[in-house]
């Protein structure tokens, strides 16, 4: 199989299984677990802004491993610096690190920035690709504009530190 077959393959499975209804996204208010189509409690922030469907657009952080496999190579810098040139191009807040790339920002475009990672090693003629994600998303504070939720993180454990002496 070439490569265009991987992703044409690729692109119709994603066409399936966005075919299929999501389940319920549910909240955990309190000690109360409700599903998103039942009246939740009133929150002190807005939550997730609407998609064009009406549906919640989480505010997502992400950390994710892109690893190429069966390059014959032991270095993947190459493969790595394609995948920032497209992070780059998709607008996204974006930091790499050691052992991968924090991202951020609206679910289905951090989503869909992955996705554009592995095609565009794809394309490198990369034959397999397999990635580690870690998702976070938060609804208790309203979240707007591009921000840097990671950096904002990494500033605050840092004044705890300058408090305490540590640091």
């Not at 938060?138 to 840092?158: F, H, M, P, S, Y």
Request: aromatic share 4%.
């Amino acid at each position: 199989m070439n490569i265009s077959q991987c992703i044409r393959r690729t692109r119709i499975s994603s066409l399936l299984l966005s075919s299929i209804p999501a389940p319920a996204p549910r909240l955990l208010l309190g000690a109360r677990v409700i599903s998103s189509r039942q009246a939740a409690p009133q929150q002190t922030s807005t939550g997730p802004a609407l998609d064009t469907a009406g549906r919640n657009e989480l505010y997502t952080v992400a950390d994710f491993c892109l690893t190429a496999v069966g390059t014959g190579q032991p270095s993947v810098s190459e493969y790595i610096a394609q995948c920032q040139r497209v992070l780059e191009k998709s607008g996204l807040v974006y930091k790499m690190h050691g052992f991968g790339t924090n991202i951020e920002g609206p679910w289905a475009k951090v989503s869909q920035a992955i996705y554009d990672c592995h095609a565009a090693v794809h394309k490198m003629g990369v034959p397999r690709i397999t990635t580690d994600i870690r998702i976070g998303t938060r609804t208790d504070r309203e979240i707007t504009g591009q921000v840097n939720l990671n950096e904002a993180k990494v500033r605050r454990v840092e004044e705890i530190l300058a408090r305490s002496g540590s640091g």
